[in-house]
């Protein structure tokens, strides 16, 4: 049997927002892309009756440029300050033969869940920490220091036989 016990405070939320943005290469080159193609647009476009046409393009990809930035940097770190001693959950990970028995505490409430291997869609490992995601923006965070029976490998094994079709992703954010 493996278990952890993981505290998910400031500095494991500041982890999962860095490993949200920064991790996705593709996404910004695709960003980055189309930004530039709308500029050239305009600038092919400068003396002929394309222009009108071309400007509104180039303003329509700024505004989507402008809500990415938004979600991804702005919001996420107005959240971080929000985030006080009272948010701190410790979360009791047992990963038992058929599902994930989780107990979770914060100063407010107690909770226990039990999670089947089969909700999880995705599986990323950063070099601390292992994210089992249960949808695109929802996980389950095992931060790799705080596993206190078992090893780390030994997770991975159980978790690459427990949830079908996956494979673990490995990401260059810490």
Known sequence: MIKADVNYDKNALLAFMKFAVVDRFWKWFIHGALLAFAIAIVIVNLKKDF?????IWLLIVIAIELVI????????????QSFTDDNIIKNHFSFEENVIKLKSQTKARKSENEIPYS?????????????LFLNKNSALIVTKSEITEGTVEDLKKFLL????????????AK
């Open 51 to 55: 222009l009108p046409f071309a400007i």
């Open 69 to 80: 930035v938004y979600s991804y940097f702005i919001k996420p770190k107005m959240k971080l």
């Open 161 to 172: 036989r427990k949830i079908p079709n996956q494979k673990i992703n490995k990401l260059s």
């Open 119 to 131: 909700a999880f869609t995705r599986i990323d490992e950063s070099k601390s920490t292992i994210y």
